[in-house]
């Protein structure tokens, strides 16, 4: 009686490892030398999967033996999605990889190093925007050729600007300091008009009826605060880390930090900025569609998102000058990949002033190569669109700084996340929650 | 439905009675028919949960191979403030989820049953549990968003002050809650519905005779006689409500801070954005623990409340 019951576990098992073994292997075959190749290439943002389409088009134009065909999901999703898939030995060929996450995949060697292709094909890495192609080097290995950059600048309502009586030509030489605000909180409060029609600064100024307010607040970026706080910070004179790339240790102990975060939050308590917890998680686009907000500081993969009402100004300059953080994305190639030398073509192609110069004409991001963002440049201004405050910010040398890259990144952003929102909902102050949680942090890196 | 669950242990009794001769008849067929369901069993819930236990006694990132760390996820799970809170907020979770549901199914069964035949409005009390969870999630994301939402617009125009809801620290996880409740009503009114099904009428008749109102009616002849549909249907919805994450996944992602951060949340998190598989396997295998325990002391009650019409 035993015996065929333990037969029958061992079928089960078997059927079902076969079942399972059938799903996985769902992907192409090994190809024969002269078949066609299909490459999978995923990427997060939808609005530049049409660019990218024309760049697959005119690569396997010019390449009729290799296939390519795009995946895209969300954000939030496409990294759950890759590891998995990286996991299960079935990841895309070839895809978007980002700055805090690439470290962490070079560790596992899930990454292609190509180093010795660049060197082999001889490419010119100085096309691209300054600094961008080493940022994907470690220990002399190269996981990455750089696609598209971003900075961060302000966007504005151009209607409720004038009716402010405000000139947008003062934002090319506003200031910011930590402890009043400078030029740009008065930008700020002129902007925030309550249900008697008073703005912030205003005595009589009701903060518990505002019907506008002057800056925006979008919720989450708690590490980095790339879209929100991270310049601000930054032109105080805070430092994320002990050095860029690869820092083992973390700043968020920084009292000139504390003192960002709290002018930040404040913004909350005088009514001039939204309370975190009526943000939304909507994003800042709705809310400034509605003319609930007037002004809020944006990255510039965000541009073509903003209707006509809207218009760019650079970000404000403080005690240390103008600074904006700038990131840039880049095509990695996933090393278990099954056609090794097809990928590197794609990517080549994809690092290349031909693919970048069709993604200049979408006009949804900066391309990587210097000639192809003077051609975004140029598309943007023919849609009628001013642009120039993020290009001139990427330009100058001392005004950006890099995001920081480390092992841990996921963790860190969950941490600090917690602490930045406790501050944000006036439950604690940064002097003592930064901190605190800076141990945190840097217990990761022991 | 309710009928067939309370019915499954008598179909057990008789199959273990036949004893041998049965096996040897009829043994081969019923595996075959047994097969399918076993080969789910094994294939979804055995293999990943030794797989599982497994993991967490080693140090996994789901893309180099597990290093053995012994029992050291376990030391830290139990000094993870992040675990404790999310128990505690599944915990609150779970107690107003299940309450106010099974308050307002119960209100809902006895308007179905005492006032009204239609089946349209059986029909429509079901409508919200065929929406699927995201759906629903995403739905009520946008009429509480505070800047563009329904409610927050319906509530100024009455003269109340805006809220947070979703994103408020306070309010996060009765919101969510509240939306798992909407949710799930109809279907509970539905099971309790069917169990009063089960109330012979001429009790009622009876009562009408001597005079009982409904609400008498109510207390000493529904309530008592629907006690056993009653205690299944708060073992179901506890567990279901337990497995809280869909909501909390579309919505809030845990914040704000740790709010929203319910038990499931927390270990998809850990397994999934931060790659410590091994320590989310030893969160899990904590909670296999706990809900055996929770079920083992249900299934107690359970037995306890023999129906009082036998």
């Not at chain 1, 400034?288 to 970000?315: C, H, N, Q, R, Y």
């Not at chain 1, 994305?329 to 110069?357: M, N, P």
Request: charged share 20%.
């Amino acid at each position: 009686m035993k015996t065929p019951r333990r037969t029958l576990f061992a079928t089960m098992l078997t059927l079902s490892t076969l079942a399972v073994t059938a799903c996985g292997g769902g992907g192409s075959g090994t190809p024969a030398a002269d078949e066609k190749v299909t490459l999978t290439y995923a990427l997060w943002d939808d609005k530049q999967q049409p660019a990218y389409q024309k760049c697959a088009d005119a690569f396997h134009a010019a390449n009729p033996g290799i296939d390519i065909t795009i995946t895209q999901s969300g954000w939030d999703q496409y990294w759950t999605d890759l590891t998995t898939k990286l996991a299960a030995g079935d990841a895309p060929d070839v895809f978007t990889d980002h700055l805090s996450r690439y470290p962490e995949l070079a560790k596992n060697n899930q990454l292609l190093d190509i180093q010795q292709d660049v060197a082999n094909d001889k490419l010119d890495l100085s096309i691209y925007q300054k600094g961008l192609a080493d940022l994907w080097v470690r220990d002399g290995k190269r996981y990455g050729l750089p696609k598209d950059w971003d900075t961060i600048a302000v966007v504005y309502n151009t209607k409720q600007v004038a009716k402010a009586g405000i000139d947008p030509k003062e934002f090319a030489t506003w200031t910011w300091n930590p402890t009043d605000g400078g030029d740009f909180e008065k930008t700020v409060a002129k902007l925030t008009i309550d249900g008697q029609g008073r703005n912030g600064l205003d005595p009589a100024f009701d903060k518990t009826d505002v019907k506008t307010y002057g800056l925006a607040l979008e919720t989450g970026g708690g590490a980095y605060g790339q879209g929100q706080w991270s310049h601000f910070a930054a032109s105080d004179g805070f430092v994320f880390t002990d050095k860029n790339p690869f820092g083992s240790r973390y700043n968020y102990d920084d009292p000139k930090l504390a003192e960002t975060i709290d002018w930040y939050a404040g913004l909350i308590k005088k009514g001039y900025m939204p309370p975190y917890d009526q943000a939304g998680k909507l994003g800042v686009t709705p809310m400034m569609e509605a003319g609930k907000a007037a002004m809020v500081t944006t990255g510039s993969w965000t541009i073509s998102s903003w209707g006509e009402d809207f218009a760019f100004a650079p970000l404000p300059i403080g005690p240390q000058g103008r600074k904006t953080m700038i990131n840039g994305l880049a095509d990695s190639i996933y090393a278990g990949t099954k056609h090794k030398d097809e990928a590197w073509k794609w990517v080549r192609f994809l690092g290349s002033a031909e693919c970048q110069d069709l993604i200049a004409d979408s006009a949804a991001v900066f391309p990587a190569i210097t000639s192809s963002a003077d051609k975004a440049l140029a598309a943007h201004k023919a849609a009628g669109r001013d642009v120039s405050a993020f290009v001139d910010e990427a330009a100058d040398p001392q005004g950006t700084f890099l995001y920081p890259i480390t092992d841990n990144a996921a963790k860190v952003e969950q941490l600090v996340l917690a602490a930045y929102e406790s501050v944000m909902l006036g439950k604690a102050d940064a002097r003592t929650a930064l901190p605190a949680v800076n141990t945190e942090v840097n217990n990761l890196f022991q | 439905m309710a009928a067939t669950l309370l019915a499954r242990p008598l179909g057990r009794r008789t199959a273990r009675r036949s004893g041998s001769s049965w096996q040897r008849g009829h043994g081969r067929i019923a595996l075959v028919f047994l097969a399918p369901a076993l080969i789910g069993f094994a294939a979804f819930y055995l293999v990943p949960t030794v797989r599982g236990l497994w993991f967490s006694f080693t140090d996994y990132n789901l893309l180099s191979d597990p290093k053995v760390v012994g029992l050291g996820n376990y030391g830290e799970v139990l000094s993870d403030r992040v675990f404790w809170n999310a128990l505690k907020v599944t915990g609150v979770y779970v107690v107003f989820n299940v309450a106010t549901q099974t308050v307002l199914a119960l209100g809902l069964a006895v308007l179905m049953e005492r006032l009204t035949r239609s089946v349209m409005i059986r029909a429509m009390v079901l409508l919200p549990w065929l929406v699927p969870n995201v759906t629903i999630a995403l739905l009520w994301m946008w009429l509480l968003d505070v800047n563009v939402g329904f409610v927050n617009h319906v509530m100024e125009q009455i003269g109340l002050s805006k809220q947070g809801f979703l994103f408020s620290p306070d309010q996060s996880i009765l919101t969510i809650a509240s939306i798992n409740t909407w949710r799930h009503v109809g279907y509970t009114a539905l099971l309790l519905f069917a169990g009063m099904q089960l109330i012979p009428k001429h009790l009622y008749e009876a009562g009408r005779i001597d005079g009982a109102g409904e609400g008498r009616m109510f207390r000493q002849i529904t309530l008592p006689l629907l006690r056993p549909v009653l205690a299944l249907v708060l073992v179901v919805s506890l567990i279901g409500s337990f497995q809280i994450f869909d909501t909390v996944a579309v919505t809030t992602e845990g914040g704000p801070v740790n709010a929203s951060r319910v038990i499931y949340y927390y270990i998809y998190e850990k397994a999934f954005t931060q790659f410590e598989f091994g320590y989310a396997s030893a969160m899990s295998v904590f909670l296999i623990v706990f809900l055996v325990a929770l079920t083992l002391l249900q299934m107690r009650l359970l037995r306890a409340s023999t129906s009082d019409l036998a």
